[in-house]
């Protein structure tokens, strides 16, 4: 079965500080997409960053990264020093290719919700 | 022009009621989505429209019948709704379906079902 597992219902860091969020999936599908969101409380799904199946380097926008071990399937979004307006809820998605239309959909982890610390 | 508009940001409606939600965007996507988002839980997909076609219906019941009339608008029109249906409703849309390409969201409409 086709999966995104966000095991950290909730997470504190220190302002300044890195934090690391943690995302595994599951497919068999040799070709997939994965995407970290970020929604503050006012609702809007924010794009933060993005790592293809096949690409050989970590993907990195200014201070997100997400650590991706294919072999563990794991995407790991880390947060280098933390502002306080990383207060939010995160989520991990993965694209899937849907039965015969062959269109593409996402589906979402459960979310971690990051509290920084001042 | 990197946005997604949605109106109106809250609805109150009663469950005898007939509304609708309006999504617009003006970046050339094909693809646009509507999303129900209950509270501290992920968003769930709806409808997918590819190129102003119903491509995917997560077996929405019928009191949410979405409609594109053309590229750039997407409506949601509800009718006979329950409580359970109070939620925020995303809006989404990107360059097409087919590939990689992130979803760009609209702020969203917080909807109470009394």
């Known amino acids: 079965a086709q999966k995104i597992t966000q095991t950290q219902p909730g997470m504190f860091v220190q302002e300044k500080e890195a934090v690391t969020l943690d995302c595994t999936y599951d497919?068999?599908?040799?070709?997939?997409?994965l995407f970290w969101y970020k929604q503050p409380s006012s609702g809007e799904m924010i794009f933060l960053i993005y790592?293809?199946?096949?690409?050989?380097q970590n993907a990195t926008e200014g201070r997100y990264s997400l650590n991706f071990q294919k072999a563990r399937k794991s995407a790991n979004l880390v947060i280098s020093a933390s502002q306080l307006g990383d207060s939010a809820m995160y989520f991990c998605?993965?694209?899937?290719?849907?039965?015969?239309?062959?269109?593409?959909?996402?589906?979402f982890g459960q979310g971690t919700t990051l509290q920084v610390k001042p | 022009d990197t946005e997604v508009t949605q109106t109106p940001k809250h609805l109150v409606m009663g469950m005898t009621n007939k509304k609708s939600l309006k999504c617009e965007q003006h970046?050339?996507?094909?693809?646009m989505y509507w999303y129900k988002q209950k509270a501290k839980k992920p968003p769930e997909l709806m409808f997918v429209?590819?190129?102003?076609?119903?491509?995917i219906n997560e077996s929405v019941p019928s009191r949410f019948s979405p409609e594109c009339p053309n590229s750039s608008l997407l409506n949601l029109h509800l009718h006979a709704l329950q409580p359970e249906d109070s939620a925020l409703y995303l809006c989404?849309?990107?360059?097409?379906?087919?590939?990689?390409?992130?979803?760009?969201f609209g702020p969203g409409t917080r909807l109470t079902v009394t």
């Open positions: 790592q293809g199946s096949y690409d050989q």
């Open positions: 970046m050339g996507h094909r693809a």
């Open positions: 429209y590819s190129y102003e076609k119903l491509s």
């Open positions: 497919t068999s599908d040799p070709s997939y997409g």
């Open positions: 989404a849309s990107n360059f097409e379906l087919a590939g990689d390409y992130e979803q760009y």
């Open positions: 998605a993965m694209r899937l290719i849907h039965g015969s239309s062959n269109t593409g959909k996402l589906i």
